[in-house]
């Protein structure tokens, strides 16, 4: 149980073009979902949570308007970045949150990841 | 700020012995901690939690200690297996400093060696 799932897995996109990355929770109804970035041998970067049905709260130094968040249900939240640059390139990770599944701390459960490309 | 810290970058071991993994905090407000696992381009595994209530979380080969006084936790593995090779973060919460966020240390690159 307590699976999520990413897609794309990797992608690779032009300078100035916008992607968009899908998060969802397979078996599991999630109340938040988090965005992660992660640089190459450093720690997972909070760069965004987001409820079911409300706005994105967005940790200091992250864009909110180059990195859209929409969390329209609770088995989908999506991270667009809009305008991507070569400097965005980077793993971006997805988690999902739900008090109902079985030991109810504040575990979390990542996806796979999203290797993105801007060249 | 870092709250949550992993002096370890890495750690090698012989298969069949205890891996030990050790983590710091800083904030006393964090009552809730856990161990994920993981591997390259993939994301992190959940491994192990523990409660600030209790000082020992046991499961199959992997055992989390808490010591409040100090701000330490510990993550033992045993025994080693080479498939265990990852890079493992600590992460931290508290609902009086963030809500359901984790912090995350800098995270250990463990090898077990055949």
């Known amino acids: 149980g307590a699976v999520v799932s990413q897609h794309p897995s990797r992608v690779i996109c032009k300078s100035g073009t916008s992607v968009k990355i899908e998060c969802r929770s397979l078996?599991?109804?999630?109340?938040?979902m988090f965005w992660y970035r992660q640089f190459p041998k450093q720690s997972l970067m909070l760069m965004a949570t987001s409820n079911e049905g409300s706005k994105a709260t967005y940790e200091q130094g992250v864009e909110k308007d180059k990195f859209l968040i929409n969390h329209a249900s609770l088995t989908l939240s999506t991270l667009t970045v809009t305008s991507a640059h070569p400097e965005d390139s980077s793993f971006y990770i997805c988690?999902?949150?739900?008090?109902?599944?079985?030991?109810?701390?504040?575990?979390?459960?990542f996806g796979p990841g999203t290797r993105l490309t801007v060249t | 700020d870092q709250q949550v810290k992993q002096n370890s970058p890495s750690l090698s071991v012989q298969e069949g012995r205890i891996s030990i993994l050790n983590c710091d905090y800083t904030n006393s407000m964090f009552d809730y901690f856990l161990w994920y696992k993981k591997y390259p381009a993939e994301g992190p595994t959940f491994l192990i939690s523990i409660s600030s209530i209790k000082d020992k979380n046991e499961d199959g080969r992997f055992t989390v200690f808490l010591n409040k006084s100090a701000k330490h936790l510990s993550l033992h593995i045993v025994p080693s297996q080479p498939g265990d090779s990852a890079v493992y973060f600590c992460a931290a919460s508290g609902v009086e400093t963030s809500g359901s966020r984790l912090t995350f240390g800098e995270g250990t690159q463990l090898t077990v060696n055949p």
């Open positions: 988690s999902a949150r739900s008090p109902w599944l079985a030991g109810g701390g504040d575990e979390q459960y």
């Open positions: 078996d599991f109804q999630a109340t938040t």
